[in-house]
């Protein structure tokens, strides 16, 4: 079994960064495709970006290109999210997730996931 806990969210101020962190344990980390998700008050938990299993591909939502970049440490078994230029809408927890094998972008792919680390960008 596969826990994995987030850390690294905040309240910070719109233009500003946070970068996330997702550590993993219980699974063999280097076989896991990583997402991030989130999800804000009332709506969908809907993707932010996801990486492979050994960091060289990755893929993000077309609201997160630009700002915010995946990487992952498999020699720490954590994945990050750096985010920057945050802006309000950008509020939300945020979810990471593994799953075996190949990046996918549905929640529902995603087999396990951490209980989230709540991020506030204030106007």
């Known amino acids: 079994q596969v826990q994995l806990v987030e850390s690294g969210g905040g309240l910070v101020q719109a233009g500003g960064s946070l970068r996330l962190s997702c550590a993993t344990s219980g699974g063999t980390f280097s076989t896991y495709a990583m997402g991030w998700f989130r999800q804000a008050p009332g709506k969908e938990r809907e993707f932010v970006a996801a990486?492979?299993?050994?960091?060289?591909?990755?893929s993000y939502a077309d609201s997160a290109k630009g700002r915010f970049t995946i990487s992952r440490d498999n020699a720490k078994n954590t994945v990050y999210l750096q985010m920057n230029s945050l802006k309000p809408e950008d509020t939300a927890v945020y979810y990471c997730?593994?799953?075996?094998?190949?990046?996918?972008?549905?929640?529902?792919?995603?087999?396990?996931w951490g209980s989230g680390t709540q991020v506030t960008a204030s106007s």
């Open positions: 997730a593994a799953r075996p094998y190949n990046i996918r972008v549905v929640p529902r792919e995603y087999n396990y």
């Open positions: 990486i492979n299993r050994g960091g060289g591909s990755t």
